[in-house]
């Protein structure tokens, strides 16, 4: 049997990712130790209960204290403030990561604190679903799915290709890219969809001439879609908007003027206009379930198969 990738790895917070992680590890042997911080009795309990963790800490600083891994499974607004905290208990040698769906902000708020000789690898799982807490992970969550690792310049490339090497166990394939350039492109493929998704369900909600009943009773497939995507985490979505802005507010400045060509063409009833976008749209869906990043059963993401669960990653950016 091999020797296992990690000798304590620290999982500072235990929500999905976090258990799934721990599910992963534990599914390959990738870590001797798992250790966990959350900041609630009752998760670290079920973090226990569920042999999700070796050791529940109280404190993040106790649970990186000694680690060679250290992940950061919290919300980005919080990030910068625990990593001032664990500074201190970094070992020499050991890698600093995270899981959020924005890196300018991690390298921002959590560089700073990082000590000379720990190794600093913001990464993002590009998975998830719209369920949270410790009973929501599962080993297959990051099985085809990519993990963006944005190293920053002068970065040791030894330490890139273990932590390289651990997701690629964990079931993910890796990319490398700058922080700028993945927080781009994740505005347009996750974070303009949640928003948009967010602002779609609160004005059905708000109609005056519709009921909440009748938005209920009446949910086509594609309303429905926007729901389970609504009902991701609003503290990590809060935190994504600030955290995002400037390349968020591109995107949506963006999608208004491709928006309004819409409107136009339904209003002066260009039909060869509209034709040729949504021809356009379903070519890209195709090349997403080409690519593996989707099913084309018509379960709109809510039975998918292992490896696929939440569909186009609804929770997590």
Known sequence: MSAPAFERV?????????????????????ARTIVGHAQTQKTR???????????????????????????????????????????????????????????????RDVGRFVPEGVHFIPGHPISGTEHSGP????????????????PPPGTDQAAIDRLSAFWQACGSQVEIMTAEHHDLVLAITSHVPHL?????????RHLERVTDSEVIKFSAGG????????ASDPVMWRDVFLNNKEAVLEMLGRFSEDLTALQRAIRF???DTLYKLFVEARAT????????????????????????????????P
């Open 45 to 107: 309990d079920a973090a226990l209960r569920l042999g999700l963790v070796d050791q529940a800490c109280a404190t993040a600083r106790e649970a990186a204290s000694g680690a060679d891994l250290v992940i950061l499974c919290a919300p980005i607004g919080v990030c910068g403030n625990i990593a001032e905290e664990i500074a201190p208990v970094l070992r020499r040698g050991s890698i600093l990561t995270d899981v959020g769906s924005v890196k300018g902000a991690i390298v």
């Open 135 to 150: 009973e929501s992970g599962f080993a297959e969550l990051f099985d085809g799915r990519w993990c963006v690792l944005t």
């Open 196 to 204: 948009i998704a967010y602002n779609i369900v609160n004005t059905a």
């Open 285 to 316: 869906r195709r090349g997403i379930i080409q690519a593996g990043q989707d099913t084309a059963a018509p379960d709109f993401g809510r039975h998918a198969p292992a490896g696929l669960a939440g569909g186009s990653k609804p929770s997590k």
């Open 223 to 230: 309303f429905r879609d926007f729901t389970r995507i609504a």
């Open 269 to 271: 009833g260009e039909a």
């Open 10 to 30: 620290a999982l500072i917070g235990i929500g999905l990712i976090g258990s799934s992680l721990s599910h992963a590890m534990r599914r390959r042997g990738l």
